[in-house]
């Protein structure tokens, strides 16, 4: 079975400041894929990354960046200089094995404020 | 349009009412979701279609009934609904056969469902 936690719940912070938001997965599969998706007010979840097991090279984005440690099965996503535009519910997920589902955590609500 | 959009964004109905949410992706995918997302609760996968045939229905009451008449189009019947099912409705697309972690899910605004 799969199992993606994301121990923080709410995370505030004031703008330009940094924040890492963490994810732990739990797979036996030695293939896996792992996602990062954002949800402002509005509703929709917005893709940001997907990384496969086999890639642990860590990503950099603009202001995003995400380090993937297979040894601790962490999947962990840091916003540098933060704004109030990236206040949102922030959701971990895992896809795991053959014709397997994603497996979303709970979600991480970030508030930045001005 | 582009992405995946979902009619009504918002829907307020009675237990006794008859509804239908729509989606529609305009991205040329061939699998498409339906997740329940609650307060408080991860989402919830209801339903999968993979080129218009359904592949995966997650235990959910039949009051939902879904229909994919095409791979761009997916629609969730509504009837008799509880109070308990007010929730935001999240449809996703994907590019091939879905499950097989390859594939980015998509996802739309959401309907926002209130049950009176």
């Known amino acids: 079975a799969q199992k993606v936690t994301q121990a923080q719940t709410e995370i505030s912070v004031v703008e330009k400041e940094d924040v890492t938001l963490d994810c732990v997965y739990e797979?036996?599969?030695?293939?896996?894929?792992l996602f990062w998706y954002k949800q402002p007010p509005s509703g929709e979840l917005v893709f940001l990354i997907r990384?496969?097991?086999?890639?642990?090279q860590n990503e950099i984005s603009g202001r995003y960046s995400w380090n993937f440690q297979k040894s601790t099965s962490s999947f962990n996503f840091t916003i540098t200089a933060s704004q109030v535009v990236d206040s949102a519910v922030y959701f971990c997920?895992?896809?795991?094995?053959?014709?397997?589902?994603?497996?979303f955590g709970k979600g991480i609500t970030l508030s930045v404020r001005p | 349009e582009t992405g995946v959009t979902q009619t009504p964004r918002h829907l307020v109905m009675g237990m006794t009412n008859k509804k239908s949410l729509k989606c529609e992706q305009h991205l040329g995918h061939n699998a498409m979701y339906w997740y329940k997302q609650s307060a408080k609760k991860p989402l919830e996968l209801m339903f999968v279609y993979n080129f218009k045939e359904q592949t995966e229905n997650n235990s959910v009451p039949s009051r939902f009934s879904p229909e994919c008449p095409n791979s761009s189009h997916l629609f969730l019947h509504l009837h008799t609904l509880q109070p308990e099912d007010s929730a935001l409705y999240l449809c996703a697309s994907s590019q091939g056969w879905a499950g097989t972690g390859t594939d980015t899910q998509y996802f739309g605004p959401g309907t926002r469902l209130t049950v009176l």
């Open positions: 990384r496969n097991s086999f890639d642990e």
């Open positions: 797979t036996r599969d030695t293939t896996y894929y």
């Open positions: 997920a895992l896809s795991a094995g053959a014709n397997s589902k994603l497996t």
